[in-house]
């Protein structure tokens, strides 16, 4: 009886010894886990910090009559190429044109010189 009692008792001992082991490990994993989760939102700070500074860097190299000077410039731009492409349906419709009426000309050539043949 003494030793089914001993016996119980190690049973059960190593149970939670087992059940400890367990626990301790999950407890190391989540230490380890938190750290590399502090070292990533580090870095991601660090990094976020990076990019703040040179966005800020950026407008500041940006005076308002430098902002004044490149809208004016991005405006006579856009006029610039609505013009062309206008200018280039323009002369697209021209060569249309041209072509057809190349072709009427040849036509009318042909027709021309079958008659001298046939006569």
Known sequence: MVEAGECRSRT???QDDKREATWRERALNAEEAL??????????????GELHGQIWDLQAE???EAVQRITTENTTLKQRVRQLTTD?????ERLKAARSNLRFQDRRLADLEAQIVDS
């Open 62 to 64: 940006w005076t308002e």
């Open 88 to 92: 280039n349906r323009t002369l697209d």
């Open 12 to 14: 059960l001992a190593e």
């Open 35 to 48: 750290k590399a989760a502090h070292a990533e939102i580090l870095a991601q700070r660090t990094r976020i």
